[in-house]
């Protein structure tokens, strides 16, 4: 395939390398001073919101700016914005700057529950690219690998973003149609096997969601809602994962967390039941 605007570039992989080298490999070939993605089953509904962002950093020199999100569910043909669905911004989009100090605790919890969680998503912000350098250079060579990010990858990216901006702001301005589909791969009941991997690829997600968190002394409270969620794989894990040395790791890592001073007692207990639980046998209904 070939265009005739020279401002279009082809990138091809020979094979499907996944969603993070893409991007990274987009990135560096890129030849502007801000990045945005737009994920193939998704649209921009008003391209002019570009020349909006544009001139809005133009007098305020941001580093991260979000934008709002248009929801479309295709099987019931019906489109919403996202603050009246259950994934919601954390934000009242006022405009407000937000500078470095207080900047990525936004990405984690507030009271209890989700701060937002398209907080977390690379694709309805404008990120100046000189941030995403830094943060494709702190991920290092190993996550360029096949595979390496098969789940959590925008939330990774984003804290890492946040943490290496200087500021952030959000507008009241939409610039994203998000296709929510009922039978999408986050939203489907998948066969053993996939589940086994996300399995694997969600622990391996927590394990580097533990590392940056403590390496840029985040309370590690905030983890708390974020790793509950796997029980959901521990089962299929359990089952369908013959590499023992796995089933070490994950026990290794829950007992780490039970090491750490900081945490809160509901914390820990939830870490000695899982291990408790991860011991037992499985569930004979995923056979």
Known sequence: MQY???QIRLINHKENFGIYRSRVDAIKNSKGKFIIFLDPDDLFPNPDFLRDLYEYNLINNIDIIEY????????????????DHRINHFHNFNE?????DHLSNILFFENNHYSDVFCRCIWNKMVRKEVFNKTI??????????????????????????????????LNLVGYLYNFRD????????????????????????????KYVKYFNKDLNYLYFDIKAFDYYIDYIKQFSSNSNTKQSVIYFYKSLLKENNISSEFKEYAKQFIINFNKNPIKKYK
């Open 4 to 6: 005739n605007n020279p």
């Open 68 to 83: 709002t999100v248009l929801m479309q569910n295709e099987k019931r043909n019906r489109i919403y914005y996202s603050l």
């Open 96 to 100: 407000e700057i937000i500078y470095h």
């Open 137 to 170: 250079n702190f991920l290092g060579n190993r996550a360029y690998e096949k595979d390496h990010f098969d789940f959590g990858e925008d939330t990774i990216i984003n804290i890492l973003n946040f943490e290496f901006a200087s500021n952030y702001s959000n």
């Open 183 to 210: 039978n999408s791969i986050s939203h489907a009941k998948e066969g053993k096997e996939i589940q086994l991997k996300l399995g694997l690829s969600a622990f391996f997600f927590y394990k580097l969601f533990y």
